[in-house]
């Protein structure tokens, strides 16, 4: 992880912690949250800020978002990427090139955003 995105997500996490203490009611689900969001990176923090800000949580929200970010935690963008052999002759187009996946954080804002 680059210094500056390890300084910023050192800076936010008083704001971050508050946030969650604010809006996650289940103590489990806010421990899964702390602890899953520490190797984000400065662009994740500030997305579940966002998240954390903008929308109120009941019970099944706050697991949505547990587990939502410990999807994120593990998330590798380029895991069903196809790369091309050169002993294969690969004519195909890669599924992963023409629709990547969504961030599991993105995911759960536009979740969130449509039940508005």
Request: some cysteine.
């Amino acid at each position: 992880m680059p210094f500056r995105d390890m300084m910023q997500a050192f800076f936010k996490s008083p704001v971050m912690r508050t946030l969650i203490e604010q809006k996650i009611s289940n103590g489990d689900y806010a421990r899964m949250i702390e602890t899953h969001r520490q190797p984000f990176s400065g662009p994740e923090n500030e997305l579940l800020e966002e998240i954390l800000q903008r929308f109120e949580f009941d019970v099944v929200q706050q697991q949505a978002l547990a587990q939502t970010v410990m999807q994120q935690a593990r998330f590798d963008p380029n895991a069903l990427h196809i790369e091309e052999f050169e002993d294969e002759d690969v004519t195909g187009i890669c599924p992963h090139c023409l629709n990547p996946p969504v961030p599991p954080l993105r995911d759960y804002l536009m979740w969130r955003e449509r039940q508005m």
